[in-house]
């Protein structure tokens, strides 16, 4: 197989970001070995930079270092995903109840435009994925705590070792719908209880999903 032409930033953290997006796209499976020989004959690299980049991605959540039996890529017990989904509840109800006091006109109207996109997604699995998480993430920038966004951002890479067993229940993408919109109603009344509450019940309802 031809080696990965890799861009100049630093090689490990090309490399994490390669896995990274496999790890998602359920090319490397939770639960699998991570064969370092294989994977460093592939993107044309030694083996330093690749023990680099699952470094940073063991400290993410993404993989599992087991002494003397190499790197794994993580599986989400659970307990993992109950308290992924609690802490994500409280950091996020906590940020829906900042816009929905803070946001400027401005904001709210590029929040309902990503829910207005992500309500034409239904039926386009991995754009409505990719939609779904902009919303949040975008309501977190809006809310404008870089601490809550890294662990955010943390909390969700774990999340996403699930994301496909909650959403593609049968039903769950249109309930998921149905609860942005009831966030999203709550953030243009300027209800901060109301919309901390509808943000706590929508991942309250993907656990249930999720598990």
Do not use: C
Not at 31 to 42: C, H, M, P, R, Y
Not at 100 to 106: F, G, L, N, P, V
Not at 150 to 178: T, Y
Not at 197 to 202: L, P, Q, W
């Amino acid at each position: 197989m031809a080696a990965v032409s890799l861009t100049p930033r630093a090689l490990y953290e090309e490399v994490a970001e390669l896995l990274r997006e496999r790890i998602f796209k359920r090319e490397l499976t939770p639960g699998s070995w991570i064969d370092e020989l294989k994977l460093a004959e592939e993107y044309g690299i030694s083996r330093t930079p690749l023990r680099e980049a699952l470094k940073v991605l063991a400290t993410e959540g993404l993989v599992t270092m087991k002494v003397r039996r190499g790197a794994y890529v993580t599986e989400v017990s659970e307990r993992d995903l109950t308290d992924v989904y609690h802490l994500l509840s409280l950091l996020e109800s906590d940020a829906a109840g900042v816009v929905a006091e803070k946001a400027s006109d401005a904001e709210l109207i590029d929040l309902q435009r990503l829910h207005q996109e992500l309500e034409k997604s239904v039926g386009q699995r991995e754009r409505f994925f990719e939609l779904n998480e902009a919303f949040h993430m975008r309501l977190l920038e809006i809310a404008n705590n870089r601490w809550r966004d890294q662990m955010v951002a943390d909390l969700r890479k774990v999340m996403k070792l699930n994301r496909h067993n909650s959403l593609l229940k049968s039903g769950r993408i249109n309930e998921s719908l149905a609860e942005h919109q009831a966030i999203m109603s709550a953030l243009l009344a300027r209800d901060p209880q109301g919309a901390a509450a509808r943000m706590r019940e929508h991942f309250q309802n993907g656990l249930q999903a999720a598990a």
